[in-house]
């Protein structure tokens, strides 16, 4: 169930200029414009088809690196344990995290078949923000899904989703956690680093 609504709420990010908004605010309005190049990427018959996955994929990584703050998410999915790293280590660790999670979803973005997708609101505290969604799926209730989202500077990064309350993050973190202490940080490191060959 975690893995089918992870993946819905990526292909809910994707598609969410398909819907009006509720309620938006300047996290939500800067979402917008970055999810149109991936609609237009996901549309585009010259990137369409197996032939053209690189392409594609690569098009698509362009839109995400700037939707995302990547490096704050591997801080938080390695939790306790970025402090001990090394800044060479840290630097390695970043792009490992995202591959993992494009190796996890992407191909389930590229099969989004229109469930409908709405916005329920943006909460705002500071430099931080929560934009809420649902998205209806076929034949269930719908999955509220929340995005948080941190400023950097004029921009509002994602570092965080929320599906049915659980973090992505947090999942990770325990995720990688259970391999450090029953193992070693070089062993997770191994370990992404055979995933992503």
């Known amino acids: 169930m975690m893995e089918r609504c992870l993946a819905c709420a990526t292909a809910m990010m994707l598609v969410a ?78 792009p490992l995290f995202r591959d993992l999670l494009e190796r996890a979803y992407v191909g389930k973005v590229e099969k989004y078949s229109g469930e409908p997708v709405n916005f329920a609101g943006e909460v705002v505290e500071g430099d931080q923000a929560t934009v809420r969604t649902r998205i209806s799926m076929k034949g269930a209730e719908d999955v509220p899904i929340d995005y948080r989202m941190h400023r950097q500077g004029d921009r509002w990064l994602i570092f965080d989703v929320l599906i049915e309350r659980i973090s992505l993050i947090n999942n990770y973190r325990t995720q990688f956690d259970g391999i450090i202490k029953t193992s070693s940080y070089e062993d997770l490191v191994k370990r992404l680093k055979a995933r992503s060959s």
């Open 17 to 94: 200029l398909m819907v009006g908004a509720v309620a938006a605010g300047p996290a939500t309005d800067q979402l917008k414009p970055e999810i149109d190049k991936v609609i237009a990427i996901l549309e585009n018959p010259a990137l369409k088809g197996d032939g053209k996955t690189v392409e594609r994929r690569q098009a698509l990584r362009g839109v995400t690196n700037g939707v995302f703050d990547w490096t704050d998410m591997a801080r938080r999915a390695l939790g306790r344990h970025w402090s001990t790293r090394t800044a060479a280590e840290q630097e390695e660790f970043v």
